[in-house]
């Protein structure tokens, strides 16, 4: 979807298409996902202070996830829990776990 689909050249979408827009873009309108890493790695991180809501968070975006298979995700190292981008837990993909404390400058190791 591109972000002006739907209104026409010049025209402001209204309030119902920018709530629309926003919940087909945080992957919400439909499960369009085929596994949890894959919607971590979309978002690049997943705020995972909460673990139990969380995974929810993640599953709700997957489709025919289960609260199984979130764990299985996070219990085999697809996803990582961690302090990337501050002192408050984070979902992100193994392969970018140290690019957010790069990018906080090691902020979060300081509070902890």
Do not use: C
């Not at 979309?42 to 995974?55: E, H, I, L, N």
């Amino acid at each position: 979807m591109t972000p002006a689909e739907g209104v026409p050249d010049g025209a402001d979408p209204d309030g119902a298409e920018l709530a629309r827009r926003r919940l087909h873009n945080a992957g919400l309108t439909a499960a369009r996902f085929e596994a949890p890493e894959r919607v971590v790695r979309w978002f690049g991180a997943v705020q995972s202070q909460d673990y139990g809501p969380a995974k929810w968070s993640l599953g709700q975006r997957v489709e025919g996830a289960t609260d199984a298979a979130v764990d299985a995700a996070f219990d085999s190292g697809a996803i990582l829990r961690t302090h990337a981008l501050r002192p408050t837990w984070h979902f992100v993909d193994p392969a970018d776990a140290g690019s957010g404390s790069a990018v906080a400058d090691g902020a979060p190791a300081a509070g902890i």
